[in-house]
């Protein structure tokens, strides 16, 4: 059963886990389970996605429970008027703050305006020997995307060489690899862990939280 961390009568929010998609696409066709078909069967009633997260990405993900709902808060979306908090583990000293600001290529290649603003909240150094180094090191990044491309995140990141720990596609397999053997955790430490809007019909601010995976709490515990 999927984790309802909000519900009104026009909106519903899950805490997503890992690894699960959030409709069927032709990429992944073996997969059997889906966040949208699992939601509406939970509630019984159709649901409408607002957004998308990737498959390895947890965290909130937004649901409408009508297609006027859907109609209006995506005017939100693309507006960039929903703020999104991530949190993530990266290889590397991440800078303090900042923003990064890449143009990123489309699906059909188109180039589009993307942005992220993120600040470093803590940064270790693991005894650990890595290649010719005597040490690893690693950041705990909150970030805040203003817009909402394919991958922005871990595209970005791994712009500014602070690849997001299990990312397979964007990441570092080395360090990917390293946390597998060192610490049992294969998932990518990405999390979608708040959500702020305006309810289009009460025009009230809300504010919904998702906790982290258990597998992301107990590392964030155990390294920082």
């Not at 590397?92 to 290649?109: Q, R, T, Y």
């Not at 650990?128 to 690893?136: L, N, Q, R, S």
């Not at 990405?190 to 504010?207: D, G, M, N, V, W």
């Amino acid at each position: 059963m999927l984790e309802i961390v909000y519900q009104d009568e026009h909106f519903v929010a899950i805490n997503k886990p890992h690894g699960l998609l959030v409709h069927r696409t032709k990429i992944a066709e073996e997969k059997v389970f889906f966040a949208l078909q699992m939601l509406r069967d939970q509630l019984g009633q159709k649901v409408y996605p607002l957004h998308r997260l990737d498959r390895k990405t947890s965290g909130i993900l937004l649901f409408g429970l009508s297609s006027e709902a859907v109609k209006l808060l995506s005017k939100a979306f693309v507006n960039h008027e929903i703020m999104k908090t991530y949190y993530a583990i990266v290889r590397g000293f991440a800078p303090e703050k900042g923003v990064i600001d890449k143009p990123l290529k489309s699906e059909n290649g188109n180039i589009q305006i993307a942005e992220t603003y993120f600040e470093t909240i803590e940064k270790i150094t693991l005894p650990i020997p890595f290649g010719k180094y005597p040490t690893c090191r690693y950041s705990f990044v909150k970030i805040q995307p203003k817009t909402g491309r394919m991958h922005q995140i871990r595209r970005h990141f791994n712009n500014i060489n602070c690849p997001i720990i299990g990312d397979y596609k964007h990441g570092d397999y080395r360090h990917n690899r390293l946390f597998i053997e060192k610490f049992e955790v294969s998932e990518m430490l990405l999390h979608a862990a708040e959500l702020s809007f305006e309810q289009p019909f009460t025009k009230e601010k809300i504010t919904i939280k998702a906790d982290f995976q258990t597998s992301f709490q107990q590392l964030l515990s155990e390294l920082f």
